[in-house]
C-alpha cells in the first residue's frame, strides 16, 4: 500500500519516498484511531497526511521523551535543532531529519503556510516548562499552536467546495476537539509527566487541585469531585465538537469520509470515559475494537458512494457542456 500512496501522490524521488515512508511508520504506530481513519482518503492524499502527523509526532515525542533519557535542556537543544532544520528544509526543501524533508515537501505541494508549523514549535517548546493552565482561555492559546493549526495545516489537502477561510474556524474546532479528548483521556498520563491540561479553575469550581489528582493517581482511589470536574471537561469538549461538525460538509466529498471517521472516533472516546465512569487516572479509555471496525466500515460505504458520485459527474455533463453540480453534502 505504500507504494501505490506514494505512486499516486507523484513522489518518485527514492530518498525523498523512504522519508514519505517514516512518516507513514509513525502515524500508524502512535496514532491508531486517526491513521484507521486516513486509510479512508484517497491514495493520492494519504502520504501528505502522513507527513504532516509524523512532523508534529516526532516534535512530541522529543517533548515527552517517555522513556525520561533526557533533561530538560537536552530536549530543549533537541527541539531547537528541529526547529532551525524546519526552517531550512521549508526553505530548501531538504533537511537533515527525513520527517521534516517529508513535510517541507507536503508544505510546497499544497501551499501550507510556513507560520502554521512555527506556532506549532512555539506550543512543543511551552510543554518544556509550562504545566498547568490557570483557564481555559490560556489553555487555547496553547491549543492554537498544538491542535487549531493542525487543522489549518490539513485543510489545503483535503480540499473544500467553499472557500478556505470560510472552512477554516471548524477545521480549528476539529483540532482543538481532537486534542482536549486526548487530554481527557490522558489525565493520568499527562500528570506522570508534570502537566494538568484541565484547567485550573475549571478543576477548582469542583474542588480539585493538582495534588488531588496525585493521591488519586497514587492511590487508585476515587473522589466524587474529580469525576465531577471530569463531566464538566467532557461537555465542554462536546461543544465544540458541535462547533467543529459543520465543516466536514464543506470538504471535497472524496475527503469527508475519512474526517467524518476520525470525527466518530476521537468523538467515541469521550463515549467511552464515559462507560468506564470517568476513571481516566486510572485506566485508558478506548473504542472497542467492534465500534471501530463499524466506523471503517461505514466510512468505506460513504468513500465508494462519494467516488461513484464524481464519477457520474465527470462522465454526465448537461447537453450545453456546463459541469453537474453535486446533489447536497455526501457526508
Known sequence: MTHRELNAAGITDPALRDDYTRCRKLNARHGKTYFLATRLLPVEHRSAVHALYGFARWADDIVDDLDRTRSPAERDRLLRCLESDLERGLLSGRGAEPVVRAVADTAA?????????????????????????????????????????????????????????????????????????????????????????????????????RPLLQWSRRTGRRDPRIRAALVTAEAMTRRVYRLAEPGIAMLDPRTRPCIRAAFTLYSGILDAIADQDYAVLHRRAVVPRGRRAATAAAGVVRLAHARWRSRVTRRAPPANGAAVPMEGPVQ
Do not use: C, K, W
Open 109 to 209: 505541494r499544497y501551499g501550507i503556510g510556513h507560520s502554521l508549523f512555527a506556532d506549532f514549535l512555539v506550543s512543543m517548546r511551552n510543554d518544556l516548562h509550562v504545566t498547568d493552565y490557570p483557564t481555559y482561555r490560556d489553555l487555547q492559546a496553547y491549543m492554537h499552536g498544538s491542535a487549531a493549526v493542525i487543522g489549518l495545516q490539513m485543510l489545503p489537502v483535503l480540499g473544500t467546495v467553499v472557500p478556505r477561510e470560510e472552512a477554516a474556524p471548524h477545521a480549528v474546532a476539529l483540532g482543538v476537539a481532537f486534542q482536549l479528548t486526548n487530554f481527557l483521556r490522558d489525565v493520568g498520563e499527562d500528570l506522570d509527566r508534570g502537566r494538568v491540561y484541565l484547567p485550573a479553575d475549571l478543576l477548582a469550581a469542583h474542588g480539585v487541585d
